[in-house]
């Protein structure tokens, strides 16, 4: 036996396919396969329709999660690596230890990740994405609102809690009672037909709609405080002052929005700074006391006000927050040129190098200072600073207590030219030593350390510096974030949100009062959850038994005999209903409905009756 398949031809006409493999090759040209060939043609969706689709895509849940995870994920680097924005020293000594890895990261702006290309895109989309998702959803929550309850479906013995009982009150009373009772539980009632429509919970969908909306405007302010925010820092010595204007800043950003010319006026003096340092046990050292003294003033005729600065607890002032980030020292030093007079008589903050015991360097510039001949004689002096001499005898200078316990200065004194006049600027803590020579005493660089009340005398009578006393200076950071409040609101908004989407249940009830069949009233109570809740059966038991008292349980009675509802004889075989009493365990959804009056006769819902299949949405 045997069986001949040409697959290149027609199967009408028997004629060759055109175009077909099989008709030049044959069998050997012929499918492979026995299964038949699927030709598939999807449509084409055009500009218009590949972009209702992408934005369908776009605003779905699925996106907007995964936009967000996306966000979560790319704000890591912002966290691990150094930011320009926040500390451009450690994003330069990042670069020096790390070259090869440095390149790649600034080519993937890891170095300003919020201000990134890739970083803004994600923010941007689920932006989009969440606005996408809760107009279309407020709309339907407000339709929602505005609509009724779906009227009861036709056998309540199907949804997941159900009781029943009959009673000897009329039904008209028993529907009116079970009305009072749910609007006093605050549902949403109304009538139809034989049977009250009830619905409570839309604080759920109330909550989540909120959380998103504040998920936006979490996203407002992060935008808000990135474009209008500013920042600055400001070093300011003991009885020294800081005015809120930009030639008085240390180092300062700002965002592109923000505009300088309408800084908020208002300014601060640090009276004193108060430090205490634990002295024994394990913990010597440690800061105990560290605190600002502060008066500070709004406006440009404001009210002084003494108050203190404390870390973590920062002075808000005109919209801005003025933090105290560190303390030094700065040595206060008297300068007498050749001439003898005073070119410099004040203190020179000195850096910490050892943020333990405040081991500190620092700079004295006097760029006025003249030789005894009148000629011009540029003075700088590179020098260290401990408050707790710990070197004696060694003649290394290092600090064994950040207390003022035993301060010495050491200075190195250089003259020429500091190169101030060259319009370059340059840092006040460090000292150009391009055109400056050292002093030397019978050729020995001339360097000196010195007590508080001690005088360095320079070669050739160029004249002298004394270290005359010790002050304290703190550093401050001040900050405009405008976006802080909205962004507080925010969060407190979503987490009241999702509180309520989390633990308000959305669910119905349908109270049906129908006369029986034995002239008793059947009642019939079911409720329908959103989500299954073991909440719902007790909340349906406690309404059955609040609606008891005006619908009491009527003794048992033998059904009347004669014809049923639809004028045939009842079967023999026929058992009448059971009832359930109020409060009894919910019906299984795929129990059979029990054969009764209201299965043989016509619905009896109201004149818009709602679809069995609508009953059990929630």
């Known amino acids: 036996m045997s069986t001949t398949t040409d697959t290149s031809r027609d199967a009408e006409s028997g004629a060759p396919r055109d175009g ?26 055009g500009p218009i329709g590949w972009a209702r689709w992408f934005w369908r895509q776009l605003t779905s849940m699925r996106v907007a999660l995964l936009l967000l995870f996306l966000l979560s994920i790319g704000a890591i680097p912002g966290s691990l690596i150094p930011q320009t924005s926040i500390d451009p020293v450690k994003v330069d000594a990042f670069k020096a230890d790390h070259p090869s890895l440095a390149g790649i990261y600034d080519k993937l702006g890891m170095f300003h990740v919020y201000s990134s290309v890739w970083f803004s895109a994600i923010y941007l989309l689920l932006f989009i994405s969440l606005i996408g998702c809760i107009v279309p959803r407020t709309w339907q929550f407000v339709g929602q609102l505005r609509g009724r309850p779906p009227g009861a479906p036709r056998r309540l013995t199907r949804l997941p809690a159900y009781a029943t009982w009959r009673t000897a009150a009329e039904p008209e009373a028993v529907l009116e009672a079970a009305q009072r009772l749910l609007k006093k539980r605050r549902f949403r009632v109304h009538r139809a037909g034989t049977a009250v429509a009830s619905e409570k919970g839309y604080l759920r969908e109330l909550g989540n709609l909120v959380f998103h909306v504040a998920l936006i405007v979490m996203l407002v302010a992060f935008a808000v405080g990135s474009l209008w925010k500013s920042e ?7 009885g020294d002052g ?17 505009d300088p010319d309408r800084m908020e006026p208002f300014g601060f003096t640090l009276n004193s700074f108060d430090a205490t340092y634990e ?3 394990p913990e010597r050292g440690t800061p105990r006391t560290f605190r600002a003294n502060v008066t500070y003033y709004t406006g440009a005729d404001g009210k002084e006000h003494r108050t203190k600065i404390e870390v973590n607890e920062p002075l808000d002032i005109a919209g801005s927050r003025v933090y105290l980030l560190s303390h030094g020292y700065a040595p206060q030093v008297k300068v007498k040129d050749g ?13 910490t190098q050892d943020p333990k015991n405040f081991t500190s360097t620092g700079v004295v510039k006097v760029p006025a200072a003249q030789t005894k001949d009148g000629k011009r004689n540029q003075l700088g002096f590179q020098g260290f600073f401990v408050p707790t001499f710990g070197g004696k005898g060694s003649g290394s200078m290092f600090s064994t207590f950040p207390a003022l316990d035993y301060p010495v200065l050491t200075l190195t004194a250089y003259h020429g030219d500091l190169g101030l006049d060259s319009g370059l600027s340059q840092s006040v803590y460090q000292l150009d030593q391009k055109h400056l020579k050292q002093y030397k005493v019978k050729d020995r660089k001339l360097a000196q350390m010195m007590l508080p009340g001690e005088t360095m005398k320079l070669p050739n009578g160029d004249g002298s510096i004394t270290f005359t006393g010790v002050k304290t200076w703190a550093s401050f950071k001040i900050t405009h974030q405008p976006g802080n409040g909205l962004a507080l609101a925010g969060a407190v908004a979503a987490l009241l949100g999702l509180a309520a989407s989390l633990f308000v249940q959305r669910r119905r009830v349908w109270v049906r009062a129908e006369p029986g069949p034995d002239g008793t009233t059947v009642v019939e109570i079911a409720g329908l959850g959103r989500s299954e809740s073991a909440r719902l059966p007790e909340e349906l038991a406690d309404l059955a038994a609040a609606l008891t008292p005006a619908a009491p349980v009527a003794p048992d009675a033998e059904p009347a005999a004669g014809p049923g509802p639809d004028g045939a004889a009842p079967a023999a075989d026929e058992a009448p209903a059971a009832d359930k009493a109020p409060g009894a365990a919910p019906a299984s959804p795929d129990e059979e409905a ?10 009896t819902d109201s004149a818009d009756p709602a679809d069995p299949s609508e009953g059990a949405r929630a």
């Open 339 to 351: 001439r003898g007079r005073v070119v410099y008589d004040g203190a020179v903050p000195f850096l």
């Open 242 to 258: 800081f005015a809120n204007n930009l030639t008085q800043y240390d180092d300062f950003k700002s965002g592109p929005f923000y």
């Open 20 to 45: 077909d493999a099989g008709s030049d090759l044959g069998a050997a040209g012929s499918q492979l396969s026995t299964a038949p060939k699927e030709e598939i043609s999807f449509p084409s969706l």
């Open 594 to 603: 029990p054969e009764g009056p209201e299965d043989s006769a016509q619905p």
């Open 279 to 281: 002295r024994t046990g």
């Open 232 to 238: 600055g820092g400001k070093l300011v010595t003991e």
